[in-house]
């Protein structure tokens, strides 16, 4: 990880994509891999019920021209897909990951969004739709359309949530770890994020041939017009979730945001009875790093209400 100090993480994190200050060092670098479409595995566990090893293997995938790294832990019938929070990519679940797959058998995937990771940087600035693209698309070329159950951390929350709506048909449940609420971007809420981290990007703009200081360049470009807009998604009625809020949120030091966090988790999960919001005891907004085995919880319980 890098040295971004700790106390500014949840907040980079909760701001989108503006959350690349919490790369881990070189992870922005620009990565046409030539790894095959099914390398050599990037990590083991133990099959569920088997004792046997299972690996999580690489596989490399297109979409609209540049190349996205996807892992899966092979299982058979349900899939599991794990969206890390901004900054972060696959690595973030290398814990969780293979728990996951021991304790329900779902074939297991985690991913790494465009920039990040063993992805290809994309130019331009970063657009929940391409993102949500990507991961259609990498879901896809892995012959994954339907009977998946979505694990979002912060940033992806807004992945969550678009593709939710766009394909509710493609889900049977989602966990949203600390996630990005439609509810929470409302008109008085994106200034205040948007001013928060002005100075980071005024300083990015001195280096913007770094990868860290691209990512926030191109992720800042827009923010207040895609935040306006992510605010009017809407989750369906018809997909079950659970709603997990850290106790401290990204707001620790702001009490007056963090209610706000806490608010719009609430409005969210009373919008439908089958949500269910959980409080993340004494956590911060790391919650997946912090308490794995809260969040490994959260995901068996879902997926086995859903199975």
Not at 24 to 32: E, K, L, R
Not at 70 to 85: E, H, K
Not at 195 to 210: G, I, R, S, Y
Request: hydrophobic letters at 40%; proline letters at 6%; aromatic letters at 6%.
């Amino acid at each position: 990880m890098s040295h971004t100090p700790r106390r500014h993480r949840s907040t980079y994190r909760v701001l989108s994509s503006l959350a690349v200050l919490t790369l881990a060092a070189g992870a922005a670098t620009a990565c046409s891999s030539n790894d095959s479409s099914s390398s050599s595995s990037a990590s083991t566990s133990a099959s569920a019920g088997t004792g046997k090893a299972a690996e999580a293997k690489l596989h490399m995938v297109d979409n609209d021209g540049h190349r996205l790294a996807f892992y899966a832990i092979q299982g058979s019938g349900s899939t599991i897909v794990l969206d890390s929070g901004g900054g972060e990519y696959s690595s973030q679940w290398k814990d969780i990951a293979p728990k996951v797959h021991a304790a329900t058998g779902a074939t297991v995937i985690t991913y790494d969004r465009a920039g990040l990771g063993k992805s290809d940087v994309v130019p331009g600035a970063w657009k929940v739709q391409s993102a949500v693209s990507d991961l259609k698309a990498g879901l896809k070329q892995l012959g994954i359309t339907k009977d998946v159950t979505l694990v979002a951390h912060s940033q992806a929350g807004e992945i969550a949530n678009n593709l939710a709506q766009d394909d509710p048909e493609m889900l049977s449940g989602a966990v949203l770890v600390d996630a990005n609420l439609p509810q929470f971007f409302t008109d008085e809420q994106i200034p205040r994020l948007v001013a928060a981290t002005q100075p980071d990007v005024d300083a990015a703009k001195k280096d913007p041939e770094k990868p860290a200081n691209r990512q926030l360049i191109s992720t800042a470009e827009g923010f207040a017009e895609a935040h306006q807009a992510f605010h009017k998604v809407v989750w369906p009625t018809s997909v079950p979730a659970t709603v997990m809020v850290s106790e401290k949120t990204p707001f620790a030091a702001s009490p007056p945001d963090a209610q706000h966090w806490r608010d719009a988790a609430a409005s969210f999960v009373k919008e439908a009875p089958n949500r269910t919001l959980v409080t993340a005891k004494g956590t911060s907004h790391e919650v997946p790093t912090e308490r794995p085995d809260l969040v490994l919880k959260a995901i068996e319980d879902r997926f086995a209400a859903q199975h």
